[in-house]
């Protein structure tokens, strides 16, 4: 997998919002029109206390999680509706999204995604007024200071060229010019 799935969250979010204007409670296939036909889009729809959820997950033919998103309602009314992406997919990592889980809250930091893999990365976005957010990359093990990103696709296609698919580094083996059992001090006499 080395495509980005980002904007397949941000659909799954929109059709989670619209969703719930027509909501029956259950687990079922969802057939989206023009999505590849290998991706296949489940949907749960609950009650709660609270209010009503639908939960939505796309994955692959090899059941491969590519993207989640979920959007919820309080007071079974869909009159205002809160949704937000769970999960989305680029190169090998699977970013999640740490905000807590439903209902969807307002916080401090409504879109902040976490990903691990040769480093443990952490997207969170900063709000402007009358313009896209920016968004900040951090590493846990690295101190190095990252670009600021204009969307999230820029800055997970940065993390996968540069971090992720760099050559490991570190000791080499040395190729043996002559196999171990043949080498001249394997026969010299050490008794003498």
């Known amino acids: 997998m080395t495509e980005h799935t980002y904007n397949l969250a941000t659909r799954l979010r929109a059709i989670a919002c619209d969703s719930l204007h027509t909501f029956q409670p259950g687990r079922r296939a969802i057939t989206v029109e023009d999505l590849p036909e290998e991706i296949f889009v489940t949907a749960r729809f609950a009650t709660h206390p609270w209010g009503i959820s639908g939960q939505l997950w796309a994955r692959n033919s090899a059941a491969v999680l590519l ?9 079974a009314q869909p009159s205002s509706i809160t949704s937000r992406i769970r999960h989305f997919r680029s190169g090998n990592l699977l970013w999640t999204s740490t905000v807590a889980s439903l209902p969807v809250t307002v916080t401090t930091c409504a ?4 990903a691990v893999g040769r480093h443990c990365y952490q997207l969170h ?14 590493t846990d093990e690295l101190d190095t200071e990252h670009p600021l990103f204009a969307g999230v696709v820029s800055a997970v296609t940065y993390i996968d060229g540069t971090f992720e698919h760099q050559p490991v580094r570190g000791r080499q ?3 043996a010019s002559k196999p171990a059992d043949t080498h001249p001090w394997r026969h010299t006499d050490l008794t003498r």
């Open 67 to 75: 993207a989640s998103a979920e959007a919820t309602a309080p007071d």
């Open 111 to 114: 879109n902040c995604y976490t």
């Open 125 to 138: 976005a900063q709000p402007r007024l009358d313009a896209h957010p920016i968004w900040h990359l951090t």
């Open 173 to 175: 083996r040395r190729a």
